[in-house]
C-alpha cells in the first residue's frame, strides 16, 4: 500500500501489525511483487506509484514492518 490507514504512513510499505497477523510473511512477499518487474503499482490503498516496482519494494523493506 501507499497509505497506511492505520498510521497514515505514506509511501510503498506493508500494512500494519494491527491488520496482519505476518508481517514477516508480508516482507517476504515483496520478493514475488518484485519479480513482476511492474512499471506501475495500483495498491489497494494509497495512490499508484510510478516509479516502478523494483522502487516500492525497496522502500517497503526500508520501512519495515510496524
Known amino acids: 500500500m501507499t497509505l497506511d490507514p492505520y498510521t497514515y504512513g505514506r509511501g510503498p ?18 520478493d514475488a511483487l ?3 518487474g ?6 489497494g490503498h494509497g495512490d499508484p506509484w510510478t516509479d516502478g516496482i523494483a522502487s516500492a519494494v525497496e522502500h517497503a523493506r526500508r520501512v519495515g514492518p510496524h
Open 13 to 30: 510499505q506493508i500494512v500494519a501489525g494491527a491488520a496482519t497477523a505476518d508481517s514477516a510473511q508480508a516482507l517476504a512477499s515483496l
Open 34 to 36: 518484485a519479480a513482476t
Open 38 to 43: 511492474a512499471g506501475v503499482v495500483l495498491p
